[in-house]
Each structure stands twice: as structure tokens, then as C-alpha cells.
């Protein structure tokens, strides 16, 4: 029992926190009315997918006891052997991408969100769709 | 000499340069504008033509960027499926861009106008850049490129279109992650980004966990961004509330380009092996296509606001794309009708929908019972409407019709007769919601009084494209009947590895 803990659970820790850092993230932007609050939730997903690529780089954990051994590609430490087991730099120059886009679609979000402010007052989902309600019934 | 094998980047870089160019230009004088982005999308579509030549006569063409070794440097690939769907992509922006000149005039504010533009060219830039990608991560960048762009533009109409847009936002934005997540999942296993390199480095992995929770990611990420049925709810409120031609160009274009990414990770990355080794795929994909064009057509018959119906119309749409993806791996057509369908429908609904947004234009009509005796007030814009709502029905010998006939055949060929009956029933739900505005705006008189009825059209810009796209549905249902494009279908299907033997 101790032994599959450390192996599924302690040694890849960080896959866990991603895991639940994402189904946080998910949570939020499904059941929360505030369209801010939605969009923060939005942000911490995506931000545990970074989490998710920057681990998956991480190539040179011990199983079983959690220890990371990878190091920074360029740096070589003399006397011990392990200049095959650096971090993987491919995910971390995708994920300053992701960050790019990321910074974006929330950007575009948060200018949205200013825009529905000015038009209907608040930023309760449920009053906008009350709002438009109105605003429709007047139409017809 | 044409340096053919520069094309592919140059349809993406002369578009993203250009979209710079438009905001500097703007400064300067606001009605450059459209001209530099007629002028670029024209280009583009030049550059398209050649592309398709070269595709068909010499080959697929792969360009590396920076001239970095694939699977290291990043690749663009252009075989048959690119060329086609480019091409499509293009010409519905060209004529996207042709209507777009006195609908933003009328819709945009002037200040807005520059921006706009711009957007405008990214937009074109991003879907432009899905389709000739070869390389999974900048398919993700791209995505989200056109989808950005898309929000803002959507955004621009202000009022109802900024809860729609911000909707699309929160939806496309979990879209495109679980594509990356997916993307995460394969890059773990394979170590490679790269389409092809994938493909070859794939099958001997099909039984890891990772590689069957990737296809899951990204098949729910980019059905999201394709709006297929149940991830459709951001769709409506964003095609009925966006200006005009951005409602033409997300529906047409946009669209498009995310099915063929859809298309292209299914069979490109995955293969056909991929999904008969696990039988139920196929069919999953086919009886949720069955059920999202009954429940598109259902909807759409409830609507009374125009643009809506069609919109609705267009779930429909995807479905019948989707069912001719889910029939391919079971009959010898392969992926035909499915690709007919996406140069079909685009034709169709674009004409659609520049004619429900020429009603708006013209006298604000956005409801279909106002639309009563308009045949007499806008005679070319219904008439586009006439054209392109029989060919969604499926009138002989329209493309609307050719997709049914094929679609038959393969369901036939495949031996699921139960979807025969489905496509014969949403096209009964089809007539009864098409025919229904026809009536009104054909054969309905308007009640009060014996007014004399002017004659008073869209411009000119707004109509032209409408018709030609009209006319294009007949003369290309000609074309595909008399059977010019099938050997480009035989060479996608073929690179596939689709249509060759029932298993």
C-alpha cells in the first residue's frame, strides 16, 4: 500500500497538483455566475496546463522516491554522471508560447467584460440574461 | 519559374504582414483599408490556384521554416486535403471581403474601422495558417490566432453580440486547451510535434492509455470549436448578434478550417487503424452527427429570428460533415462525402447568409414573419435566398443534393440503412423550415394596402457575391454529378489511406 502511494501518488506529485489545480480552474468557469470570476477561473486552468508541460519535461525522476535529478542542459556538474538527465527545454519554450496566448484570451476577456459592465451594469450572469429579456420583449 | 514550394508560408506571412500593414496604413487614410485587404485575400486565393495545380500535377509540397529539418524545425505541409480546403477557405474570404465594404461602412463605427481591418486580415491570416500547418503545437497557436480575432470581431457589433462573444470566449478558450492537453499527452510519449513524424511513430503505441486519452482530448477540444451538437451552445447567440460579414466568414470559413483540423488529427495523426482498432469510435462520431442534425433541424424550425434559423441550420450542417467522417472507415467512398459536403455547405450557407444580413442591411428585418412580399421589394437578394434554400433542401441537381445522394451511397455501402432514414427525415425538417420563409417571402401579400412597391436592393457589392454563390451552388452540384473533381477526391482519400478496403 505504502509502496503504490509513493509510486503513483508522492513521486509524481506535481502531475497531482496540475490535476487538481485544472478541475479548480474548470470548476469556476462552469458553475460560477460572475463572468469575472469565470474568467479568473479560466486563467488557472490554463495555467494547469502549463504546470502539466513544464513536468512532462522533467526527465530524470528516480520512481519511487520522488527525487528529481534533472538539471538545466547547459550546466554540467563534474564528478557526477548524469549529463543525459537533463530537463527536456522543448515543453518550457511551448509553454512561454501557451503564456502568450494565454495572456491574450484573458486580455480579450477582461475587455469584454469592461464592455458588458458599461452596457448592462453588472456582471451577474443571471441579471445580463434578465437584461436581455427585457430588451427583447421591448423589440417585439 | 514560380517557386511553388514557397507558397504555403507566403499565403500565411504576405497576410500577417499585410494585417500590419492595414494598421499603419489606417492612419493615414481609413478607406486604404479594404483595398489592402481585397488586395491581399485576393492573392491569397491567386497563390491558392497555383498551389492546387501544383499539388495535383507534381505532388505534395513541404516547406520547413527557417529551413530546420523536420521533426526538429517546424514543417507546413500542402497534400490534396490542404489544397482543397484552402482553396474554399479563400475564395469564401475573397467574396467575404468583396460584401464587406458597405456592411462595415454601415455597421462599424468609423472610428472602429481600422482595427477592424486588421482583425479582419488576422482572421483570414489564422484560418489560413490551420490548413497549411503541419505541425501540431502551431496548429494551436493558429487556432487560437483566428479564434482571438474572431471573439474581437463578434465583439465589435456591441450590445447582445458582447455576452455571445464572451460566451465564445470561455468555450472556444476550453476548446483549444484540451487540444493542447492532448497535444501534452502525444508529446510525452512520442517526443515529437511534427504531423507526420507522429503518424510513422504512432502504431506502435496505440495500446498506451496516454495516446487513447490524447485522441479523446483533442476530439472533444476541436469539437467544441467546430460547434458539433452537444458542445454547440456558444454557436447560435455568436452567428445571430456578429456584424454581417463576420458572420458570413466564421460561418463559412472559420468553420471549416476547424473541421479540417478535426479531420486532418483523425486521420492524418491517428489513422484509420487508430480508429478500427477501436470499433466504437466510428460509430459514436456517426450517431452523434445522426442526432445533431435532427436536433439542428428541430431547433431550427422554432426560431423566428432569421439569422438564428440558419444558424441552427448550420448544427445540422456539421452533422451531415460529421456522418460522412463517421461512415468513412466503413465504405468504399471513403471521406467523399464528408469533403463534398464542406465545399457544399460553405457555398450554401455563405449565400444564406449575405442575403439574411442583406435584409438587415437594407430595412432592419431580422425577424422572418416581417420578411412578408419582400421578393417584390429585393428581388436579386431573395432570389440569391431562393437558390441556396433549395439547394439545402435538395433540389436536383444542387450541391445540397449531391451530398445527400453520396451520403445515401456510402450509408448504403457501409450497411447502416437506420441513417438513410435520418437523412431523409432532416431533410423533411429542412423543407418545412426553408419553405416556410420562402412562402413568406414569395407567395405571402402584404395586407395593408395597394402601395406602390419599390424596387430598392442592397448595393451592388453586397448582392454580387450573394448571387454568384447562389449560381455556384447549381453549377458545382453540375460538377460534382459529371464527376471533374473525383480524382482530386480519390488522391486525398488515398493519402488517408481511406476508401480501399471494407474491413
Not at chain 1, 88 to 102: A, E, F
Not at chain 2, 78 to 93: E, H, K, T, W
Not at chain 2, 206 to 211: L, P, R
Request: aromatic content about 12%; charged content about 10%; some cysteine.
Amino acid at each position: 500500500m505504502i509502496e503504490w502511494i509513493a509510486q503513483h501518488i508522492v513521486a509524481k506529485y506535481n502531475f497531482w497538483i496540475a490535476i487538481v489545480i485544472m478541475l479548480t480552474g474548470l470548476y469556476a468557469t462552469v458553475a460560477k455566475g460572475n463572468l469575472l470570476k469565470k474568467l479568473i477561473g479560466l486563467t488557472i486552468f490554463q495555467t494547469a496546463i502549463f504546470l502539466f508541460y513544464v513536468s512532462l519535461s522533467d526527465v530524470g525522476t528516480l520512481s519511487g522516491l520522488g527525487l528529481h535529478y534533472g538539471t538545466a542542459p547547459i550546466v554540467w556538474e563534474e564528478g557526477i554522471h548524469r549529463g543525459y538527465m537533463y530537463v527536456n527545454p522543448l515543453p518550457h519554450v511551448l509553454m512561454l508560447t501557451g503564456i502568450v496566448v494565454s495572456a491574450a484570451t484573458t486580455a480579450v476577456g477582461l475587455a469584454l467584460v469592461v464592455r458588458l459592465y458599461e452596457e448592462y451594469g453588472t456582471l451577474e450572469e443571471e441579471r445580463i440574461m434578465e437584461k436581455e429579456m427585457e430588451i427583447d420583449k421591448r423589440g417585439t | 519559374m514560380l517557386p511553388i514550394e514557397q507558397f504555403p508560408v507566403l499565403v500565411v506571412a504576405i497576410s500577417l504582414l499585410s494585417a500590419l500593414t492595414i494598421l499603419l496604413a489606417g492612419w493615414l487614410n481609413k478607406k486604404s483599408c479594404f483595398y489592402i485587404s481585397l488586395a491581399t485575400i485576393t492573392f491569397q486565393f491567386i497563390l491558392s490556384i497555383f498551389i492546387l495545380r501544383h499539388v495535383l500535377t507534381v505532388g505534395t509540397i513541404h516547406y520547413w521554416l527557417g529551413g530546420w529539418r523536420p521533426p526538429w524545425g517546424i514543417e507546413y505541409v500542402v497534400d490534396a486535403l490542404n489544397a482543397y480546403v484552402l482553396i474554399i477557405i479563400l475564395f469564401l474570404s475573397l467574396l467575404a471581403a468583396i460584401y464587406s465594404k458597405r456592411s462595415v461602412e454601415h455597421e462599424i463605427d468609423e472610428k472602429k474601422l481600422v482595427t477592424f481591418y486588421t482583425l479582419f486580415q488576422l482572421l483570414v491570416t489564422g484560418i489560413a495558417g490551420v490548413v497549411v500547418t503541419g505541425d501540431l503545437f502551431n496548429m494551436y497557436v493558429l487556432l487560437e490566432v483566428c479564434s482571438l480575432a474572431a471573439y474581437a470581431l463578434i465583439a465589435a457589433a456591441g450590445g447582445r453580440a458582447l455576452k455571445a462573444s464572451y460566451n465564445y470566449l470561455v468555450m472556444g478558450a476550453i476548446g483549444v486547451c484540451f487540444y493542447l492537453l492532448g497535444i501534452g499527452f502525444l508529446y510525452s510519449v512520442t517526443g515529437t510535434l511534427n504531423m507526420g513524424d507522429m503518424r510513422l511513430l504512432l502504431p506502435a503505441l496505440y495500446g498506451n492509455k496516454a495516446v487513447q486519452v490524447a485522441f479523446v482530448f483533442i476530439l472533444i477540444g476541436l469539437s467544441i470549436k467546430c460547434a458539433i451538437f452537444p458542445l454547440h451552445t456558444w454557436q447560435p447567440d455568436a452567428y445571430t448578434y456578429a456584424p454581417s460579414v463576420i458572420t458570413v466568414i466564421i460561418s463559412t470559413a472559420m468553420a471549416k478550417a476547424s473541421i479540417y483540423a478535426l479531420i486532418r488529427v483523425i486521420f492524418s495523426v491517428f489513422t484509420v487503424d487508430f480508429i478500427t482498432l477501436f470499433a466504437p469510435i466510428a460509430d459514436i462520431i456517426s450517431w452523434v452527427a445522426a442526432i445533431a442534425m435532427i436536433f439542428g433541424s428541430i431547433l431550427a424550425i422554432a426560431q423566428f429570428n432569421l439569422k438564428r434559423m440558419l444558424a441552427y441550420s448550420s448544427i445540422a450542417n456539421i452533422g451531415y460533415i460529421m456522418l460522412g467522417v463517421g461512415l468513412s472507415t466503413s465504405t468504399t467512398l471513403g471521406l467523399t462525402p464528408a469533403l463534398m459536403h464542406i465545399l457544399n455547405h460553405a457555398l450554401m450557407k455563405g449565400c444564406l447568409f449575405m442575403a439574411a444580413c442583406g435584409f438587415i442591411y437594407k430595412a432592419d428585418l431580422r425577424d422572418i414573419r416581417d420578411l412578408v412580399g419582400l421578393a417584390r421589394r429585393m428581388p436579386y437578394t431573395c432570389f440569391a435566398f431562393l437558390l441556396a434554400a433549395l439547394s439545402m433542401i435538395g433540389f436536383p441537381p444542387s450541391v445540397g443534393f449531391v451530398t445527400k445522394l453520396y451520403l445515401i451511397f456510402a450509408a448504403l455501402d457501409a450497411g447502416k440503412y437506420i441513417f438513410i432514414a435520418v437523412i431523409f427525415f432532416s431533410t423533411l425538417l429542412m423543407i418545412v423550415y426553408f419553405w416556410h420563409v420562402i412562402e413568406i417571402m414569395y407567395i405571402r401579400v402584404e395586407e395593408k394596402g395597394e402601395k406602390e412597391i419599390k424596387v430598392a436592393d442592397a448595393p451592388m457589392s453586397m448582392v454580387i457575391p450573394g448571387l454568384v454563390l447562389a449560381v455556384l451552388c447549381f453549377i458545382v452540384g453540375i460538377i460534382w454529378l459529371i464527376g471533374t473533381p473525383m480524382p482530386l477526391m480519390d488522391a486525398i482519400n488515398s493519402g488517408l489511406g481511406l476508401g480501399v478496403a471494407v474491413p
